[in-house]
């Protein structure tokens, strides 16, 4: 049985566009066999949330503060860049790579 890594996923309202983020990361994530579960926040939720997940991946900007690995990228929404930025979620989440902010 694989080690399901969590990814929180925040943006400004924690509706349509971190819902887009999510479900492209747990697509192109499973496509990698690595197994996700994806939750989904507002960003001003996310120090209160950030225990117990591997990673923080947000459209808007985070605080710099935050104690695990964070992503802050507007590629899925893009496509520019989106490539790179889903390596880089694989490498966090494989232990490949150490989060940058």
Do not use: W, Y
């Not at 066999?33 to 960003?43: A, F, H, L, N, S």
């Not at 001003?44 to 104690?67: H, K, Q, R, W």
């Amino acid at each position: 049985m694989s080690d399901k890594k969590i990814v929180l996923v925040a943006c400004g309202t924690a509706v349509a566009t971190s819902t887009v983020v999510a479900n492209s990361i747990e697509e192109e994530m499973s496509a990698r066999g690595i197994e996700v579960e994806t939750r989904q926040c507002k960003v001003t939720e996310v120090p209160s949330l950030v225990d117990g997940v591997d990673l923080v991946v947000s459209t808007t900007p985070l605080p710099s503060n935050l104690p695990k690995p964070a992503i802050v990228t507007l590629a899925f929404l893009t496509g520019i860049g989106r490539d790179q930025e889903i390596e880089k979620i694989a490498d966090i989440l494989t232990g490949k790579a150490a989060g940058a902010h």
